[in-house]
């Protein structure tokens, strides 16, 4: 088993010492687990990017003008977005990665997007989505099990894709689903977002503990890990940017209020265990409160399924760990007869090869 790529993002003065071969392996799995263009520019800011051999330099570099080249479409996207929910007097709420290059924080520094994701007020989302369709942004499920799944269960409608530049949102209005356990209040989170400076947009972005919250729940409520090791990098270094001590007790006692403290406890604990975050004693305690009974069996999972998702990082258990946690993310999802019902449905759709699931023309 070899896992460069979270070494590197632990310490990164120890790619200096790496010959072709390992090069090689860092490169590949880096790419797999989606930080290539963060472990670039982590080397740029070092003065250390011109030191590495000249061919997986160039892959560095690539990835580099990729993630600049995505952040200005992001950022050119989100103002689109935010005109058109102006006219639904509501303002662009961003969430993860589009949030991460708007507030123009540290996680944003190489980091690529697939989606933007943002949040509305539930009560706001039939005008929300009116005025997006109007702006080109269409439904990409046809299916009308699709669309009673996301819209009856889920925290978000489903995707909307641009009929012209194929630009993908996700459109929140909360941040787990209303099946799950204890969802938080959402209007907590609207009420608290912060206004970034975009001129003649009203976007905002959650509130520092907010953040790091709405990460935490997305990584350890997810059953697919594939972005797992570059998502617990942002949750790193969210937390390295915003450490204070009003920052540490605003986590505490905001994940209380949201119900987040088990997944808190996960990123704490597994943010210093993997990446040696720098995460004060106190908070540490006060967070280990929520840990599970079975938490060394989750260590276990994580710790396997955290790592890039590539063959030479594996080893015997990965696999079976990243199956677990599949299953997991789908049990923390919906209650059982409701997830009986539904992961049913699907294994028939697949089974007789009906294509329900085929995204819109676009």
């Known amino acids: ?43 740029a800011r070092a003065g250390w990017l011109d030191d590495v051999p000249a061919a997986p330099r160039r892959h560095l570099q690539s990835a ?26 509501e303002p662009l709420v961003l969430l993860k990665g589009a949030a991460y290059a708007l507030a123009d924080l540290p996680c944003a520094a190489g ?72 969802p938080p209040d959402a209007s907590l989170l609207l009420a608290a977002a912060r206004p970034v400076a975009v001129e003649g947009a009203d976007i905002r972005v959650l509130a520092p503990a907010d953040m790091v919250l709405h990460s935490a729940c997305h990584l350890f409520h997810e059953g697919e890990l594939d972005n797992g090791l570059r998502d617990l990098s942002d949750l790193d270094r969210l937390l390295r940017h915003f450490d204070s001590p009003d920052f540490w007790a605003a986590l505490q006692t905001r994940a209380a209020a949201l119900h987040l403290q088990r997944p808190l406890y996960y ?26 009974g079975y938490a060394g069996l989750m260590d276990a999972l994580y710790i396997r399924a955290l790592r890039p998702n590539h063959m030479l990082a594996n080893d015997a258990f990965t696999p079976l760990a990243r199956w677990l946690l599949y299953i997991r993310g789908h049990w923390l999802r919906m209650p059982p ?26």
């Open 64 to 89: 580099l003008i990729l993630a600049a080249r995505q952040r200005l479409e992001v950022r050119a996207e989100s103002l689109r977005v935010a005109r058109a929910l102006a006219e639904a007097g």
């Open 1 to 43: 088993m070899i896992d460069l790529v979270t070494p590197a993002l632990r310490d990164l003065r120890g790619v200096r010492a790496l010959d072709l071969r390992d090069w090689d392996i860092l490169i590949r799995q880096a790419r797999m687990a989606n930080v290539l263009a963060r472990l670039a520019d982590d080397l």
């Open 267 to 292: 990123a704490l604990h597994l943010c210093q265990r993997i990446l040696a975050s720098p995460i004060p004693t106190t908070a540490l305690q006060r967070a280990s409160d929520a840990a599970p």
């Open 111 to 182: 980091r690529l997007f697939g989606d933007i994701d943002l949040l509305v007020p539930r009560d706001s989302l039939m005008r929300a989505e009116t005025a997006l369709l109007r702006h080109g942004w269409i439904s990409s499920h046809l299916s009308a099990y699709d669309q009673k799944y996301y819209r009856r269960w889920m925290h978000e409608l489903p995707p909307l894709a641009h009929t012209r530049r194929m630009t993908v949102l996700d459109v929140h209005h909360n941040i787990l689903p209303a099946t799950a356990h204890r």
């Open 337 to 362: 007869h409701l997830l009986a019902w539904h992961l049913s449905r699907k294994a028939v759709v697949r089974r007789l090869g009906l294509e329900e699931d085929s995204p819109r023309p676009i």
